[in-house]
């Protein structure tokens, strides 16, 4: 598998977030969203083995381990690697763009689907039939980048009534949406949804690595 960086940190979003999380960042995307803040991990990487990719994984530690890219279903052996993870008593995530088919992940593993929005440029890219199986325990993330953002959020989740179905994340774009605002939209929509800022942005300098 290509991998940019395998590092440990706290899970700086989604319903885990501030737990200790061992991040295993894939290297590619075919998606190219207006507010990318991992563009590094476009091109690049190290060619590893899912041998090596575990023993570096049970160096580090944390029994959470996130699955992010660039975009992992990329990965041909990502599957595999996630079978691997959840054997060696892992809780597993995956966050992805939403673009690519999930079937081929083991059923314990739990999906963030970045739905994209219209702010994102990549839109088009969306695939509803991920929504429609979304599951208890897995997440929906809407990355935000003003108030149309939000209404085309708002209108999906009312819609597809994904507050009933799976955890609902909103996540305004560090340094372009204020969070306050944000807020004020949910509360005055009573939407059922959880504000999701970067925790990693405010704790270390929002441009840092490996935080």
């Given at each position: 598998?290509?991998?940019?960086?395998?590092?440990?940190s706290?899970?700086g979003?989604?319903?885990?977030?501030g737990?200790?999380?061992?991040?295993?960042?894939?290297?590619?995307?075919?998606?190219?969203?207006?507010y990318?803040?991992?563009a590094f991990?476009?091109?690049?990487?190290?060619?590893?083995?899912l041998?090596?990719?575990?023993?570096?994984?049970?160096?580090?530690?944390?029994?959470?381990?996130?699955?992010?890219?660039?975009?992992?279903?990329?990965?041909?052996?990502?599957?595999?690697?996630?079978?691997?993870?959840?054997?060696?008593?892992?809780?597993?995530?995956?966050?992805?763009?939403?673009?690519?088919?999930?079937?081929?992940?083991?059923?314990a593993?739990?999906?963030v689907?970045d739905?994209?929005?219209?702010?994102s440029g990549?839109?088009?890219?969306?695939?509803?039939?991920?929504?429609?199986?979304?599951?208890?325990?897995?997440?929906?993330?809407?990355?935000l980048?003003?108030?149309?953002?939000?209404?085309?959020?708002?209108?999906?989740?009312?819609?597809?009534?994904?507050?009933?179905r799976?955890?609902?994340?909103?996540?305004?774009?560090?340094?372009?949406?204020?969070?306050?605002?944000?807020?004020e939209?949910?509360?005055?929509?009573?939407?059922?949804?959880?504000?999701?800022v970067?925790?990693?942005?405010?704790?270390?300098?929002?441009?840092?690595?490996?935080v």
């Amino acid at each position: 598998m290509r991998i940019t960086e395998i590092y440990i940190s706290i899970q700086g979003e989604t319903q885990y977030a501030g737990l200790p999380c061992t991040l295993v960042r894939t290297t590619g995307c075919d998606l190219r969203c207006g507010y990318c803040d991992s563009a590094f991990a476009f091109h690049g990487g190290t060619d590893m083995s899912l041998d090596q990719i575990m023993a570096e994984v049970a160096r580090l530690g944390a029994p959470l381990v996130l699955l992010t890219g660039g975009e992992p279903m990329l990965q041909r052996e990502l599957p595999e690697l996630a079978g691997r993870l959840l054997r060696g008593g892992y809780r597993v995530m995956i966050e992805t763009s939403g673009a690519h088919p999930l079937d081929t992940l083991p059923e314990a593993v739990v999906r963030v689907i970045d739905v994209k929005t219209p702010g994102s440029g990549e839109s088009h890219r969306n695939r509803p039939e991920l929504l429609r199986g979304l599951r208890p325990g897995d997440a929906v993330k809407f990355v935000l980048v003003d108030e149309a953002d939000y209404t085309w959020a708002a209108d999906l989740i009312r819609e597809q009534e994904l507050g009933g179905r799976a955890e609902v994340l909103l996540s305004p774009v560090h340094g372009r949406l204020d969070p306050r605002k944000l807020v004020e939209w949910m509360l005055r929509d009573r939407l059922p949804a959880r504000l999701n800022v970067q925790l990693h942005k405010y704790i270390w300098e929002p441009e840092a690595r490996r935080v």
